[in-house]
T-cell receptor, first 110, second 114 residues
Framework: GQNIDQPTEMTATEGAIVQINCTYQ??????LFWYQQHAGEAPTFLSY????GLEEKGRFSSFLSRSKGYSYLLLKELQMKDSASYLC???????????FGKGTKLSVIP | EAGVAQSPRYKIIEKRQSVAFWCNPI?????LYWYQQILGQGPKLLIQ????????DSQLPKDRFSAERLKGVDSTLKIQPAKLEDSAVYLC????????????FGQGTRLTVV
């Protein structure tokens, strides 16, 4: 299986930019996903990277480096509603299963 | 488009009792997943179905957990007998096919075993 490592908690100020890092084992890699999960709710899809580079989608961007086993999620112009857990997940080759990290709890403060 | 439906939303049972959760995926989605999410952790895959067949159940505790998807549409996950450590949120997700890039999750069933 894959070991997914991401920080447990982060705090950032409304209007600022925050970067959430994720590292994973590179063997059998078939895509890196980011999900957002508000407390008590289901995870919702944010982004998917399978090739190296930056994918931008509005205020959210996701970056991947396959050789380094590294990804980050960048959130710009933070809003209070961005307070949530952000889950990094790796999809394995062949099985297409998602293996999730423990999630990073982001708190946005005024 | 209707999302992934799960029921019940909440369930409290005593240890050694049995419980069942139901999931109806998005219409036309061939791949269905059951995840267990313990408080403060990420979801952990229990079982993956492709249509009505099991693709992977390697992390399913088969001595007490079972799951089926008989007609390749909705699915049931059962725990019998339940243990205290089974307290978690059980999430169902579906994708159009195994290679689908976006998995859609249901609201989950929060199970408390006392």
């Amino acid at each position: 299986g894959q070991n997914i490592d991401q920080p447990t908690e982060m705090t950032a100020t409304e209007g600022a930019i925050v970067q959430i890092n994720c590292t994973y084992q590179t063997s059998g890699f078939n895509g890196l996903f980011w999900y957002q999960q508000h407390a008590g709710e289901a995870p919702t899809f944010l982004s998917y990277n399978v090739l190296d580079g930056l994918e931008e989608k509005g205020r959210f961007s996701s970056f991947l480096s396959r050789s380094k086993g590294y990804s980050y999620l960048l959130l710009k112009e933070l809003q209070m509603k961005d307070s949530a857990s952000y889950l990094c997940a790796e999809r394995g080759a062949g099985s297409y299963q998602l293996t999730f990290g423990k999630g990073t709890k982001l708190s946005v403060i005024p | 488009e209707a999302g992934v439906a799960q029921s019940p939303r909440y369930k409290i049972i005593e240890k050694r009792q049995s419980v069942a959760f139901w999931c109806n995926p998005i219409s036309g989605h061939a791949t269905l997943y059951w995840y267990q999410q313990i408080l403060g952790q990420g979801p952990k895959l229990l079982i993956q179905f492709q249509n009505n067949g099991v693709v992977d159940d390697s992390q399913l505790p088969k001595d007490r957990f079972s799951a089926e998807r008989l007609k390749g549409v909705d699915s049931t996950l059962k725990i019998q007998p339940a243990k205290l450590e089974d307290s978690a949120v059980y999430l169902c997700a579906s994708t159009l096919d195994r290679g689908g890039t976006e998995a859609f999750f249901g609201q989950g069933t929060r199970l408390t075993v006392v």
